[in-house]
């Protein structure tokens, strides 16, 4: 599960980057309505959250910023499409060695959040770094869509209908090790 969710997690990150490289400055900035405000914005605070369970998973710097900063944590587009590739081959790296013994401990941190000590089940956690990944990328969908971005990481004339949401197959191709196809 661990290794495939790392696989998929690269693959839409790649995906949603390649599409936001489509759009200018101004627009990955605008607010879209997500609940981070832009496109920027919200991928920011995605690579913040899997930087702070990558410390807490795997030893990773600890980002020098609380959650109410993450929106802003890295502000230049090249920097942050930069970071997040590297941010992900650290994830596959980490799911490669991960093994039964760890996904039945504990982790225990203090949590900036909620200004307490937290224990929670590893396995759990896991999880839940996995479905906030894909949380923030459905966000971006929403607003990629109110700026005429299409999945297939290229702008659509105004006025045209995007590829529908629910497309998305199981398909697995020859060789590439994941399962799911978009």
Not at 25 to 40: I, L, T
Not at 72 to 83: A, G, K, N, P, T
Not at 139 to 151: K, M, P, T, V
Not at 156 to 167: D, F, I, L, S
Request: some cysteine; charged content about 25%.
């Amino acid at each position: 599960y661990v290794r495939l969710m790392a696989k998929y997690n690269s693959w839409q990150n790649k995906n949603i980057f390649g599409a936001a490289e489509h759009l200018t400055d101004d627009v990955r900035k605008q607010d879209g309505g997500a609940f981070f405000g832009s496109v920027q914005r919200t991928l920011s605070h995605l690579y913040w959250g899997d930087c702070v369970w990558m410390h807490r998973f795997y030893g990773l710097e600890k980002p020098d910023a609380n959650i109410a900063e993450s929106p802003d944590f890295v502000r230049e587009w090249r920097i942050l499409s930069d970071l997040r590739t590297a941010l992900d081959q650290k994830i596959e790296e980490w799911a490669a060695h991960v093994d039964p013994a760890w996904i039945g401990s504990e982790i225990s941190w203090y949590s900036g959040a909620t200004q307490r000590q937290l224990t929670k089940p590893a396995a759990s956690l896991t999880v839940h770094f996995f479905n906030h990944q894909t949380h923030h990328r459905d966000e971006h969908g929403e607003s990629a869509h109110q700026f005429h971005l299409d999945r297939q990481s290229h702008i659509a004339p105004p006025g045209k209908a995007r590829p529908g949401r629910c497309t998305d197959k199981i398909v697995g191709e020859a060789g590439d090790g994941l399962s799911l196809a978009h």
